[in-house]
T-cell receptor, first 114, second 114 residues
Framework: DAGVIQSPRHEVTEMGQEVTLRCKPISGHDYLFWYRQTMMRGLELLIYFNNNVPIDDSGMPEDRFSAKMPNASFSTLKIQPSEPRDSAVYFC????????????FGEGSWLTVV | AQSVTQLDSHVSVSEGTPVLLRCNYSSSYSPSLFWYVQHPNKGLQLLLKYTSAATLVKGINGFEAEFKKSETSFHLTKPSAHMSDAAEYFCVVSLSGSARQLTFGSGTQLTVLP
């Protein structure tokens, strides 16, 4: 299996611009997670989906952040407008109950907002 | 409620010497416990997991961890460190095996000296 695939791997954007991060989960996994990692706060769960439905978005920092999962093989995390404090590494991860609920992470999207 | 404490933020060892990364957890329920490794500019990779089977768990790259309920610990060990082991290591607790309720430790940075 190719694992969780994220794009872009690195993005530098100007404050105020829209940023879209993309994720393809492992085939057959029914849970998809978006995490954010910063030096100050460590790893934070932003939102997770089950069978393409958002279940818990309480970790989404504010209305500038939105996430969608239009089908089982694709999800996006959008930030609009972006701010310098959004600079972080964003990880997508997926899991399956049949796989023992172990979470598998993508390689991350390194976002810098200047 | 559940929590996980990694007792050392940084550990330095010489190549060829043993590695010990310490983790204590707190959980009201039977926990699942994981160790993940993150190499620079990479995503989190699963090293090993405990899910109430054998208390001594063997993982990849020669790592193992022992679940000790009486001490609420899940320390990660390796008999002989390699330079390639230099990375950040995260201890993770999952409430009753639920991937939706992971709690991450703050991480331990392992440095391997030549």
């Amino acid at each position: 299996d190719a694992g969780v695939i994220q794009s872009p791997r690195h993005e530098v954007t100007e404050m105020g611009q829209e940023v879209t991060l993309r994720c393809k989960p492992i085939s057959g996994h029914d849970y998809l997670f978006w995490y954010r990692q910063t030096m100050m706060r460590g790893l934070e769960l932003l939102i997770y989906f089950n069978n393409n439905v958002p279940i818990d978005d309480s970790g989404m920092p504010e209305d500038r952040f939105s996430a969608k999962m239009p089908n089982a093989s694709f999800s996006t995390l959008k930030i609009q407008p972006s701010e310098p404090r959004d600079s972080a590494v964003y990880f997508c991860a997926s899991s399956s109950g049949a796989a023992g609920n172990t979470i598998y992470f993508g390689e991350g999207s390194w976002l810098t907002v200047v | 409620a559940q929590s996980v404490t990694q007792l050392d933020s940084h550990v330095s060892v010489s190549e060829g010497t043993p590695v010990l990364l310490r983790c204590n957890y707190s959980s009201s329920y039977s926990p699942s416990l994981f160790w993940y490794v993150q190499h620079p500019n990479k995503g989190l990779q699963l090293l090993l997991k405990y899910t109430s089977a054998a208390t001594l768990v063997k993982g990849i790259n020669g790592f193992e961890a022992e679940f000790k309920k009486s001490e609420t610990s899940f320390h990660l060990t390796k008999p002989s460190a390699h330079m390639s082991d230099a990375a950040e290591y995260f201890c993770v607790v999952s409430l009753s095996g639920s991937a939706r309720q992971l709690t991450f430790g703050s991480g331990t940075q392992l440095t391997v000296l030549p």
